[in-house]
């Protein structure tokens, strides 16, 4: 199953809908911090509404308490960013793929970009528009990650 991994994220609702995606399609979730909010925040609760119970999440402290957690298990780290090298769509993604997403206000660092197996984009055709909203950049990723993978089509 693949896991998406929110590093620095500082908007508590785009953390809430992400969560909400990663309840319904069972596929874990990591926190990467420092986070902008505290986990306690309503308006993270309020945008996960009542499915906070149904998210399998963690809480990693730092990048480097992360890296060494998921780098005991199996799977690729992929990065989103505007800067990534191969469409999301024509990348081949794994089951056990790593989903990393950046911060709303800096992405992910260039430090974590190389670090990263691949790096993907999602295609955009306004120029004058810097990147799409965090929530849906993780729920496009995911959901064509879990198309690819087959996941889709389990109830």
Request: glycine share 8%.
């Amino acid at each position: 199953m693949p896991q998406v991994v929110l590093v620095n994220p500082q908007i508590p609702p785009n953390t809430g809908n992400i969560a909400r995606t990663c309840a319904a399609t069972r596929t874990p979730l990591h926190l990467v911090g420092p986070l902008g909010f505290e986990m306690s925040d309503r308006y993270l609760k309020r945008a996960g509404l009542d499915y906070w119970q149904y998210v399998n999440w963690t809480l990693h402290e730092s990048i480097e308490k992360f890296r060494s957690q998921s780098r005991r298990q199996s799977g690729r780290w992929i990065g989103f960013s505007t800067r990534g090298h191969c469409n999301h769509t024509q990348f081949r993604f794994h089951a056990d793929d790593w989903l990393l997403f950046g911060s709303e206000t800096e992405g992910l660092s260039q430090e974590t970009l190389a670090e990263c197996e691949e790096t993907v984009y999602i295609p955009m055709f306004e120029p004058g528009v810097r990147s799409l909203n965090l929530s849906v950049s993780a729920a496009l990723g995911l959901f064509e990650c879990l198309r690819q993978v087959g996941k889709l089509q389990q109830q």
